[in-house]
């Protein structure tokens, strides 16, 4: 028996998420109806996590386990010439049988892109989320420097999130600008749900004016989600990377 694990990039416009659901096409069911075709038999993918109805990644995880002797090359290959146009694997890696890309993971990154342009543009439509006006991207700066560390994230979790607890440790967090592109570089110990998006529209709030670096340490003491910024929309937001023993994250 072989653990292969595949490095994987999509563009999640047309998919309900990653996880197998009963109601939307997803990621994982596309990949594994692939899988099962390479293969012949039914293989469930174990990814590192669960991504949103239009999250992108460049850097999905997921495992599977075979008995087939290919070379890596023809896993990797052999499933690109299966896909659609909109996901793709980028790398295949044999791995122990006991490694589990959620349950092993150390850290991820993610990037949150925003379009700051008050004309739409067709080309990262699908990409970055489109922001009118002006915005003090010094103060959001200065208030991404509070985030860093380890923190009560319950203010920044979406209502319906199962996670057992709201800690969570931020280990760098910072804003690239790009042109007219805003990107919002996270890398963390791990993430709850929604809480990139919240953190991101809490983010606008203080480059808007609306909200003060007082009130954001407020909301990292374990604050209300009422209090906290929206929830950004989805196609800003990218898995970059997942992280995991010998690889650099912090």
Request: glycine share 10%.
């Amino acid at each position: 028996m072989r653990n292969i694990k595949l490095i994987i990039e999509y563009d999640g416009t047309a998919y309900a998420g990653w996880q197998v659901q009963p109601n939307g096409l997803t990621v994982q069911e596309v990949m594994e109806k692939a899988l099962a075709r390479m293969l012949g038999e039914h293989t469930t993918l174990h990814a590192s996590g669960r991504t949103d109805a239009g999250v992108h990644a460049r850097g999905m995880v997921a495992c599977f386990k075979t008995e087939r002797t290919m070379p890596l090359r023809a896993f990797r290959e052999g499933l690109n010439t299966l896909l659609p146009s909109d996901i793709a694997v980028r790398d295949a890696a044999e791995v122990p049988l006991d490694f589990h890309p959620r349950f092993d993971a150390q850290g991820k990154h993610y990037r949150y892109t925003m379009l700051l342009d008050d004309l739409r543009s067709p080309l990262v439509r699908h990409t970055a989320w489109r922001l009118k006006g002006k915005l003090d991207v010094e103060a959001m700066r200065e208030a991404c420097r509070l985030f860093v560390g380890e923190h009560n994230f319950a203010a920044f979790r979406g209502a319906n999130c199962a996670a057992k607890t709201t800690v969570r440790r931020i280990y760098s967090m910072e804003l690239v600008q790009e042109g007219r592109l805003l990107h919002l570089d996270i890398n963390g110990s791990g993430f709850l749900k929604n809480m990139v998006r919240i953190i991101t529209g809490t983010l606008i709030e203080v480059g808007q004016g609306r909200m003060s670096l007082a009130d954001v340490a407020r909301l990292l003491k374990g604050g209300d989600r009422q209090n906290a910024g929206m929830t950004v929309p989805p196609q800003g937001l990218c898995l970059m990377q997942v992280f995991y023993p010998g690889q650099s994250g912090e």
